[in-house]
Every structure is written in structure tokens, then in C-alpha cells.
């Protein structure tokens, strides 16, 4: 089966590749404006739930330095449909901080608007963006569900979602293939370079994954402040001691699992998966105790 999809499967930098690419994420764009939702009325219980959660400003935070680094970085692909498919990135993940500003707002959660960032390096600081985004999407697709079936929100409030979360898992398939298709185009001396340069910076975001995972085995959810301070960008990782004791790092893995099958799945068979944090989560799953 792996090899019959691989057979169709596109040359990386062809201009087939190009084409598919370029098209898959221009034409599943869906349009919404985070202003003109209507925020769900909660009862005293779920607004409580929804504004002790300890991560907001961490997540507003995260979607500023994101938006604006993916923004900057669209000036780096000579390609026009490529750039306008990274420009339109960009925007969605503004509209993702628009969106977390405006429920924050209309529930009364205090946040701090962040400033603007600058990004330094335009390509490192997209590639360490979008390999975040690709172990963030990947528990955020697990959370997502946990928020979902468990009833610990209202579902007109996990609907408004709903959009957002598909939105990062074509963010995290367009970049594991424009990364691809970059290094494609490379002269042959200057590809190990690249491939070091990404290697370098998924060790980063996984020793930091690793740093926040010890942080959660240190200390119980409910003693907040005991032992290390999980980092910002890893709210993701750490959000799911918030929705209640009832699910396990080890059964989030497997949920996690699921649902990146599913929401990938609906896309262009033709690009390229993201393997990495599946395979480590696989990994993950088989070693770790199902109490854990």
C-alpha cells in the first residue's frame, strides 16, 4: 500500500511538485473573521474552566511570533504561487492570534497584547517555526479531540475551533514539503549544509519537548509553580493535565496518532507526510507504561 502511494508520489522539486503544492494550499483556504464570531454564552462553572487555564498568554504569544515570522519569511521563495501560499499562511496564523484575542477578550481573560517580533534570520527562523508547529499540531490534534468528547467545554465553543486546528495541519504539510522542495533546488554541495542546519534545529525543539515532558513527570497539574515552568511554546504538550486526570500521556500518543492520520488524510495524497514526531510518538507509545 506505502509503495503504491509512494509510486505516484511527485519528484521532490519537480514542477509537478511545485503544482501540487502550491495548489493544494491555495485552494483549501477557508475564510472566516475572528471579529464577527459569536461567542457562546457559559455558565459560571465553564467560564471558569475556560479562564483558569494557564496557558493563554503562552498561546497568544506563540501565534504572534509565528505570524509574524511566516509573514517575513514569504519573501524568501522566488516562486510566485509558492509566495502567495506562504503569504497566505502568514495571514491565517495572524487570524489564529486574532482569534485568541478576541476570546479572550469577550470572556474577560487578562493577556498581554504582545509586541511585534522581528524576525533575525528569515529562513532559520521559519524553519524553527514551522518544526515547532509540526510537534505542537500534533498534540494539539489530540487536545483538540480530548475537548471534544469529554464535555469539559460547551461544543459551540470547541467548534469555533474547529477551523483553526485543520488549519495547522495544512500549515505543517505545506512546510514539511516546501522544505523538501527548497532543498531539492539546492546545488548538490549546498544540500548536507541544509540538512544540518534542519537536524540542528529539531534537536532543539525536541531536547525543549523533552525539557517540558521531565517538567510535567516533576510536578502534579494542580501544584502549579512546583519545579520547572514548562517553556512557551510547548503549551500544547502540557495542556492536557489541564482538561481533566482522566487521559494519560500514553493514551493522548495514541489519540494524537489518530488524529493526525485523519486530518492529514484528506489531503493530496501525492505530498509528503510528516514523519518525524509520528514516528517518535510511535516510539513513545510502545515504551511507556499505559499508566503513565
Not at 514569504?74 to 484575542?101: K, V
Not at 524553519?127 to 509540526?134: K, N, P, R, S, T
Request: glycine share 4%; hydrophobic share 45%; with cysteine.
Amino acid at each position: 500500500m506505502n509503495e503504491a502511494i509512494e509510486s505516484l508520489m511527485p519528484v521532490m522539486g519537480s514542477e509537478e511538485h511545485r503544482r501540487v503544492l502550491a495548489r493544494f494550499f491555495l485552494e483549501s483556504h477557508v475564510g472566516y473573521v475572528p471579529e464577527n464570531i459569536q461567542w457562546p454564552p457559559l455558565d459560571d462553572t465553564e467560564r471558569a474552566r475556560l479562564t483558569s487555564l494557564p496557558f493563554w498568554q503562552e498561546a497568544v504569544s506563540t501565534e504572534n511570533v509565528t505570524s509574524n515570522t511566516v509573514a517575513a519569511a514569504a519573501s524568501l521563495e522566488p516562486d510566485p504561487e509558492l509566495r502567495r501560499a506562504i503569504e497566505l499562511q502568514g495571514f491565517e496564523e495572524q487570524r489564529h492570534a486574532r482569534l485568541l484575542m478576541a476570546l479572550t477578550s469577550h470572556y474577560d481573560i487578562d493577556v498581554d497584547r504582545p509586541p511585534p517580533f522581528e524576525p533575525r534570520s528569515l529562513e532559520d527562523d521559519f524553519l524553527f517555526a514551522g518544526f515547532g508547529e509540526c510537534f505542537d499540531s500534533f498534540f494539539a490534534f489530540g487536545l483538540f479531540a480530548v475537548a471534544r468528547t469529554s464535555g469539559y467545554f460547551t461544543p459551540a465553543l470547541v467548534d469555533i475551533f474547529e477551523p483553526v486546528v485543520q488549519e495547522e495541519a495544512r500549515h505543517i504539510l505545506f512546510f514539511v514539503n516546501w522544505v523538501k522542495y527548497r532543498r531539492s533546488l539546492l546545488p548538490w554541495w549546498r544540500r548536507p549544509l541544509f540538512r544540518t542546519r534542519c537536524a540542528w534545529i529539531i534537536l532543539k525543539q525536541v531536547a525543549s519537548r523533552a525539557k517540558t515532558a521531565r517538567a510535567m513527570g516533576a510536578r502534579p497539574a494542580s501544584a502549579p509553580g512546583a519545579g520547572a515552568e514548562p517553556a512557551a511554546e510547548n503549551f500544547t504538550l502540557s495542556a492536557h493535565q489541564e482538561l481533566g486526570d482522566s487521559i494519560t500521556l500514553h493514551s493522548l500518543l495514541d489519540l494524537c496518532l489518530r488524529e493526525n492520520e485523519r486530518r492529514l488524510g484528506i489531503y493530496d495524497s501525492r505530498l509528503a507526510r510528516p514523519k518525524l514526531v509520528p514516528t517518535i510518538a510511535r516510539f513513545l507509545y510502545r515504551v511507556l507504561p499505559a499508566r503513565v
